[in-house]
């Protein structure tokens, strides 16, 4: 992690450099290029050096002092552009203002060349202490210790014989898929991957079928190699030479001690022509490990089998690149399976004592399925007295704290650390950020995104946009098992995802060791470390005494705070020096305005207030320059001031209301300040109201927008908003929302040129007709229509659009038929038709819809019968039926009749009738 910190900083002092050439002296320049230069030279031990750092203090020692003189040099360059870069307009009053400062700046100029030159002799120092070190504990530049890593790695197969000892529940059903891929009638040599997080037993899993009798017998030759992230080609093959010899009963050949890769592999590869073999790769991590290896295995027709245990999905799914090839992938257990499991180690039996059922329960909820949590915790909880339920109640409390010990948890906490060590530096600092959020949150994908980016921690990268780097970053710790996506939408967008119980004790502890995140679930601030960094507030919090604590924060994240005392307290908080503040996130807050001291942030980048109950946004505003995020949903802000407009980094302005009325809702957005064109740098707008031709004709300008919303819109709108659509050739997202149920939205003008990357578009308002570039949307994922009231049939327009997933036709059409012809909409998977009153029936013909999961009726007068051909819909897992006939729910019910012939099938339907104010939902 401290690689990680000064790699960042190594960044921000080489942009210092080049954009404070002409605010820096001589003198302070070159110091400051010294203190890179030796943190350059310093970085390549850094990662080897924490490899090492649990065993050695002095190690342990010396990469925490890096770490703050990072931290602190961080601080001390972000004063100077506080001090010295503030933005002032042209006029009299201002150079005044300027001379003034200049002169009240010498001190400050000379406060910060002391600081720094203080910086400098604390490098000098710790360089000194590295190159000492380098020798004393034979620490390389690059590359990991094989020691090291080897230790912990010897745990990962002990572990593998503790969950086969421990009679693992829940393995039958894996098991018995797993062999019958293996033992499958493909002649062609097969690779069958097993990929999961670390602890889920993929190792006992494939041991098991390994040491299958059933198995066993099919193959002439079986060989297990442990790949793992030391893996060293020479080795691994000169490993599996030995046991292949062994399978024969033959000595190894002495020549080949002397090979080298190429001929070690030939030789392998000549050893296994022509015989049935099965080779286990244990715990492959990287791709690049497969390809050296795979050329050892001949692609006889013998029906051989190489099966491959994985962290890592696209390892996985890398080393199964032939059709017969088959990734299976590790679940988590069930809540009765894990319970079972539990009982079983920690009483010897599945009885628990009454008394300690609550508290054995709340302790397995931590462990989430996962075997090797639940099979340590229930280790340590079978030494414990069954009559002190106290004690029990303190391992629930200190859960964290026993994974920072020795013993069976420890060993929890090793096991899942090989994934985090295996990371880049960037990817470290994302996923111990996830320790901001409490247990079992549903984390937006959007908003954590976000806050990296706002924290820095996301690299540039060249043909890449900022947010499709952190993007990027998201699905790498998804593709290593790190993070779990909570849920899809249904373009197969990560929505929602979520972190491991076990996972987030692990980085709480690494996060408070490298003093990145500080976290309070309450209490008295006094307990915090001196000079945190961040802090996440999951608690009300009462005393802010203590203010220099709080002298280096960078980010307070707060999590819906509902205290009333919350809004002097939070002042109370900011006013305490907190200059060097970057993220402020206080959704949900019980906020009625923004305290005057949020104005003074001059480094403030994103700033979340929504679902707070602030109504205005002050004109002060225009000081926070470096604002990039501003999140106002959800919030009572209608208007925003002209002041806005200072905001030239500004990429992301979020102010809108989704209001409920009924069965519908509407949206409201902002009134925007004329020349709101200026914030070129918007790449998303949510959602400004239309009052004018100006406001038309300035979203042209966004020519960086990604996501547009735009509400209010006339009639007389229509041509001025396409010609400006034309411009914006960035466009993925698009909502536009008439101003009201009644207004037509015209928007049969071409749009030159087509926005071709559109992926979402929504219409809120009337319709002549489908606007005709909407065919040539040919990435258009999800499109929604509201009160269209179309007299042709839309479907005529949408079957066309080939990656079509998702349609919502609310009020949207006047006809009496719905037509779905074979053959169209070959990839759509949800279908909403919401109040279509003239609607008397729905065909589906045989091979339309072949992917839809989810159908939705509601409020439509079809004569109380279901579509015609519903039958066909293979796939369908969930139909949603509101507002129906009783008569009509009745006879579906009825196993007898035609009706609930047509979808015996479908797992799940809901039945819903609008009662009193609200939806009354029951299961059929």
């Known amino acids: 992690m401290a690689e990680s910190v000064v790699a960042f900083l190594l960044n921000e002092l080489s942009a210092f450099l080049h954009d404070q050439i002409t605010n820096l002296g001589g003198g302070l320049k070159q110091e400051i290029q010294f203190i890179r230069d030796e943190l350059g030279s310093m970085r390549a031990f850094l990662r080897d050096a924490e490899a090492k750092e649990d065993d050695v203090s002095e190690l342990q020692e010396w990469i925490r002092q890096v770490r703050e003189v990072a931290y602190d040099t961080e601080d001390v360059l972000d004063e100077f552009i506080m001090r010295f870069s503030r933005y002032h307009p042209d006029g009299f009053c201002s150079r005044a203002r300027k001379i003034y400062c200049s002169i009240k700046n010498i001190r400050a100029r000379r406060d910060i060349s002391s600081k720094i030159r203080s910086i400098k ?9 590295h190159k000492r070190y380098q020798s004393i504990y034979s620490i390389s530049k690059g590359g990991s210790s094989y020691v090291e890593v080897e230790n912990v790695e010897s745990l990962i197969r002990g572990n593998a014989i503790l969950l086969e000892d421990a009679n693992l529940v ?9 062999i019958l891929q293996i033992l499958d009638d493909s002649p062609t040599l097969k690779v069958v991957s097993v990929v999961g997080m670390g602890g889920l037993g993929k190792t006992t899993l494939v041991k098991r079928v390994y040491e299958d009798t059933t198995v066993k017998r099919q193959f002439q030759i079986h060989a297990w190699l442990t790949i793992s992230q030391t893996f060293h080609m020479k080795a691994a093959l000169k490993d599996l030479i030995q046991q292949l010899y062994n399978e024969i009963g033959e000595p190894v050949p002495q020549q080949v001690e002397s090979m080298d890769g190429d001929k070690l592999r030939a030789f392998v590869k000549d050893f296994l022509q022509e015989k049935r073999y099965i080779i286990v790769l244990d715990d492959l991590w990287k791709l690049d490990s497969w390809e050296a290896i795979k050329y050892a295995f001949p692609e006889s027709n013998c029906g051989s089998r190489i099966t491959i245990t994985t962290r890592i999905t696209d390892t996985a799914s890398g080393s199964c690149t032939k059709s017969n090839d088959c990734l299976q992938k590790m679940k988590f257990l069930s809540s009765e399976e894990s319970w079972t499991l539990f009982c079983n180690i920690t009483f010897g039996d599945n009885c628990c004592p009454p008394h300690l059922e609550d508290i054995s329960r709340r302790i397995l909820k931590k462990c989430e399925g996962l075997p090797l949590a639940i099979i340590s915790i229930s280790g340590v909880l079978a030494l414990k007295k069954k009559s002190k339920l106290e004690e029990w109640e303190m391992i629930l409390r200190s859960l964290g704290g026993e994974m920072e010990g020795i013993g069976k948890l420890e060993r929890v906490k090793k096991i899942l650390f090989l994934s985090y060590n295996d990371l880049p530096f960037f990817l470290q600092s994302c996923l111990l950020y996830m320790s901001t959020y409490p247990e079992d949150f549903k984390i937006t994908a959007n908003e954590l995104i976000k806050q990296w980016i706002a924290e820095g921690f996301i690299l540039e990268r060249e043909g890449m946009t900022i947010v499709e780097v952190a993007m990027g970053y998201l699905n790498e710790l998804i593709n290593r098992s790190l993070i779990q996506v909570a849920e899809f939408g249904y373009d197969g967008s990560i929505r929602y995802c979520r ?9 709480l502890i690494k996060s408070r060791e490298q003093n990145l995140v500080t976290v309070s679930t309450g209490g008295d601030c006094s307990r915090f470390p001196n000079n945190i960094r961040r802090l996440a507030i999951h608690g009300f919090i009462e ?13 307070l994240i ?40 949020v104005f003074r942030l001059f480094h403030l980048r994103y700033l979340n207030l929504s679902n707070t109950s602030v109504e205005s946004v002050p004109k002060s505003i225009g000081k926070l320059q470096n604002l990039e995020y501003l999140n106002l949903i959800g919030s009572n802000v209608m208007e925003l001031p002209i002041c806005i ?7 992301e302005l979020l102010v809108y209301h989704q209001g409920n009325y009924s069965k519908n809702y509407e949206i409201r957005g902002f009134k925007a300040p004329r020349e709101i064109g200026r914030l070129r740098s918007l790449q998303v707008l949510y959602s400004i109201d239309i009052d004018n031709d100006k406001i038309v004709r300035d979203i042209a300008k966004f020519t960086q927008l990604r996501e547009l919303s735009i509400t209010k819109l006339s009639r007389e709108d229509g041509k001025e908003l396409c010609s400006s659509l034309g411009k914006l050739t960035n466009l993925r997202k698009l909502y536009l929302i008439s101003i009201k149920e009644d207004e037509i939205l015209d928007l049969n003008h071409p749009i030159s040129p087509i926005p071709q990357f559109l992926q979402v578009l929504e219409l809120r308002g009337r319709l002549e007709k489908v606007p005709r570039w909407v065919h040539s949307l040919q990435c258009l994922s999800i499109i929604y229509m509201f009160g269209s009231r179309l007299r042709e049939d839309p479907l005529e327009s949408l079957q066309g659009l080939p990656n079509l997933v998702d349609i919502v036709l609310n009020k949207a059409y006047e006809g009496k038929k719905l037509y779905f012809k074979a053959g169209g909409f070959q990839k759509l998977k949800r279908l909403e038709v919401t109040r279509l009153q003239q609607l008397k029936s729905v065909t589906v013909e045989k091979g339309a819809l072949p992917y839809l999961q989810f159908l939705v009726i509601a409020d439509c007068n079809l004569v109380n019968e279901l579509p015609w051909g519903i039958e066909n819909l293979n796939k369908l897992q969930c139909l949603e039926l509101y507002d129906m006939d009783n008569e009509f729910i009745m006879s579906l019910q009825d196993k007898g009749s035609e009706e609930y012939q047509k979808v015996a099938g479908i797992p799940e339907i809901l039945i819903a009738n609008w009662i009193d104010g609200k939806w009354d939902k029951r299961y059929l």
């Open 558 to 597: 707060i999590f819906t705070h509902t205290n009333p005392l919350f809004e002097s307290s939070l002042s109370k908080l900011l006013s305490g020096a907190l200059k060097l503040l970057t993220v402020l996130h206080l959704e949900g807050a019980e906020l009625k305005s923004i305290p005057d001291e």
């Open 121 to 129: 002799s604390r490098v000098e120092y710790i360089s000194a202490r």
């Open 499 to 507: 972190i491991h119980d076990i996972l987030r004790e692990i980085i």
């Open 543 to 555: 005393d802010y005494h203590e203010y220099n604590r709080f002298r280096h924060l960078r980010s």
């Open 645 to 651: 407009l200072k905001l030239r980094k500004l990429r």
């Open 170 to 178: 829940g393995i039958a059903e894996p098991k018995r898929e797993l």
